[in-house]
């Protein structure tokens, strides 16, 4: 048998599940309830945040209302098929291949004929007991200005029985007579801390072991997506095999400085040390972790660091495991928050100019020994202005 990645197998089934959503979910649900669903939607936000979960549930919804524990009665259940013909139909639209539920491409399906195509079968009642013809069209922002006027007309005066949900990362790109005709829903990117809270659920039902601060870690690297959280989870419990899921795993895995040695590398910064944090770097890149990867790490270190000096270890900013908090809390005494600030400027700025450099290891390595020699540095500007600005000099 296949198998199903956790991205799919772990898809919302109930407006409840779309982690990080629920003010959209709540607004839908309020809709249906109210019988005022309108004829055309806009989802935007970035990737993995949910629209498409969130579309393909509002579809069950119109065409399969009993299969979704959290969706509100419909005003007219013997409209509706009975309950095992709902749930062929919600099975059908969560794969996707649902008669009545049409899910378009847009960026594969742009040119204006295809909109045309899309129209003349709008025009269609739809089939096997459905109530609504509903068009799920994804990354509609690819579409031709052709195909948007195309389309335009029978999005302002659809049939009654047809629903349009269009979905997109560039909502800029969609024009705006085609906004002015849906309603828009931002969806945001999904906090650290729930990614993180909804990775540990998958991880106890799939009965695998894993440290807290794996899971931390993983719903980080995620940034806001939760797909591409649980894409990085699959990686790491392929390469674990039956073992416990551990931060030196996904260090392996994903090619990520060592933890260990990436804080003794920040420690040798922060007590200016020079030789050792060029030594630190050195070893970091002989196991095989990209520059650009150490530097990014470096960055959010120093980040995690500046929130714990900035905002406190109890800030909801930082997202940390129990045992990491300890550590960097210790480590965030040797360096100050103007500190913190430059480093990540500097560390920033490398990332940009090595890109183009013809030797991005030695941008690395001064970058490093300007790190760890800021502090005498800063020193000698402070004499170097205070000297300026003294009567002495003014004398001369």
Same mark, same amino acid.
């Given at each position: 048998m296949s198998y199903t990645v956790l991205a799919r197998r772990y898809r919302s089934n109930a407006f409840?599940?779309?982690?990080?959503?629920?003010?959209i979910a709540r607004t839908l649900r309020n809709a249906i309830a109210t019988n005022r669903v309108a004829h055309a939607y806009l989802f935007t936000g970035t990737r993995g945040v949910g629209k498409t979960s969130m579309a393909r549930l509002l579809a069950r919804a119109l065409n399969?209302?009993?299969?979704?524990?959290?969706?509100?009665?419909? @005003?007219?259940?013997?409209?509706?098929?009975?309950?095992?013909?709902q749930q062929r139909m919600a099975e059908a639209i969560m794969r996707g291949d649902d008669l009545n539920v049409i899910?378009?491409?847009?960026?594969?399906?742009?040119?204006?004929?295809?909109?045309?195509?899309?129209?003349?079968?709008?025009?269609?009642?739809?089939?096997?007991?459905?109530?609504?013809?509903?068009?799920?069209?994804?990354e509609v922002h690819m579409l031709t200005r052709e195909a948007f006027n195309a389309l335009l007309k029978t999005m302002e005066e659809p049939p009654p029985h047809v629903k349009f949900i269009l979905c997109t990362t560039e909502a800029h790109k969609v024009?705006?007579?085609?906004?002015?005709?849906?309603?828009?829903?931002?969806?945001?990117?999904?906090?650290?801390?729930?990614?993180?809270? @909804?990775?540990a659920s998958v991880l106890q039902d799939e009965g695998i072991e894993a440290d807290a601060a794996v899971v931390h870690q993983i719903a980080r690297l995620g940034n806001g997506s939760m797909r591409d959280a649980l894409s990085l989870l699959d990686r790491v419990i392929a390469a674990a095999g039956n073992e416990p899921l551990s931060t030196r795993l996904i260090d392996q895995v994903l090619g990520l400085p060592d933890q260990d040695l990436l804080a003794s590398l920040v420690d040798a910064i922060a007590d200016g040390h020079v030789a050792a944090a060029l030594q630190r770097t050195a070893d970091l890149l002989d196991r095989s972790v990209a520059p650009e990867q150490?530097?990014?790490?470096?960055?959010?270190?120093?980040r995690q660091l500046m929130l714990i000096r900035a905002c406190g270890p109890q800030s909801d900013l930082i997202q940390l495991s129990d045992d990491a908090l300890r550590a960097a809390v210790e480590q965030s005494h040797k360096l100050d928050v103007p500190a913190l600030v430059?480093?990540?400027?500097?560390?920033?700025?490398?990332?940009r100019s090595a890109r183009s450099s013809a030797n991005p290891r030695a941008l690395l390595d001064?970058?490093?020994?300007?790190?760890?020699?800021?502090?005498?540095?800063?020193?000698?500007?402070?004499?170097?202005?205070?000297?300026?600005?003294?009567p002495e000099k003014k004398k001369l």
């Open positions: 409840d599940q779309v982690v990080g959503q629920e003010p399969a209302p009993l299969t979704i524990t959290d969706c509100p009665p419909p @005003h007219n259940p013997d409209q509706y098929p009975d309950k095992d013909i899910e378009i491409d847009g960026a594969s399906n742009r040119s204006v004929d295809e909109a045309r195509q899309l129209i003349a079968n709008a025009g269609l009642a739809p089939t096997n007991q459905a109530r609504y013809k509903i068009y799920i069209i994804d024009p705006v007579t085609i906004q002015s005709r849906c309603q828009r829903f931002d969806f945001r990117s999904i906090p650290a801390a729930r990614i993180a809270e @909804h990775l150490l530097v990014e790490s470096l960055i959010e270190r120093f430059y480093a990540i400027a500097l560390c920033e700025n490398l990332a001064a970058a490093i020994a300007r790190l760890a020699l800021a502090e005498k540095m800063t020193d000698v500007a402070d004499l170097l202005t205070a000297g300026a600005s003294s």
